[in-house]
């Protein structure tokens, strides 16, 4: 594959891959950060890259490497030298055009909240196959092939995923 090759992917998927770093970061800054570092990487690893073998998948992979590389390296200098987190407001994103009503504005609002809040509880596990599946729109192989997973593990953990959001937001919803 050649680099005229990979920005024609990019072109392709970039904007499926862009959200679903967005989906793993959880704000723009670090997205940003981490969809330029998955280019790059993408850009070094061109001679391995086989565009007729879902390069999709193949870019999202990258990006989920680096996102966990880049959360070992935070637990590690936390272990080191612990710092205080700071609280951030869950801020949803995207113009709500089609909303009737400014109180069908802000309940929307706060159901997205709510729930990319319960989704972010979730461990890397169940919250990786969720975001691939829903983001992504990948499939159950295509995930099975990116986490390098069988299917049935990709399929029960979505099914775990589910159910724990659920029970999570039944919870809050008291």
Not at 92 to 114: F, I, K, M, N, Y
Request: hydrophobic share 40%.
């Amino acid at each position: 594959m050649d680099i005229d090759e990979l920005i024609e992917l990019v072109r392709l998927h970039g904007k499926s891959v862009y959200g679903f770093c967005y989906r793993l970061t959880g704000n723009k800054e670090d997205t940003d950060d981490l969809y330029q570092e998955a280019c790059l990487k993408a850009v070094e690893l061109l001679p391995k890259m086989d565009a007729s073998r879902n390069p999709k998948a193949y870019l999202i992979s990258i990006a989920i490497r680096l996102h966990r590389n880049h959360r070992r390296k935070l637990a590690w200098r936390r272990k080191i030298a612990p710092m205080a987190e700071l609280d951030e407001a869950a801020t949803p994103s995207g113009p709500l055009a089609s909303e009737a009503t400014p109180e069908d504005a802000v309940l929307s609002l706060e159901l997205r909240a709510s729930i990319e809040a319960a989704a972010h509880r979730l461990n890397d596990k169940l919250k990786l196959p969720l975001y691939l599946y829903y983001t992504a729109n990948m499939t159950v192989e295509e995930i099975a092939s990116v986490l390098s997973i069988p299917p049935g593990t990709v399929k029960s953990r979505l099914h775990k995923a589910r159910m724990t959001m659920r029970q999570v937001l039944e919870v809050d919803s008291l």
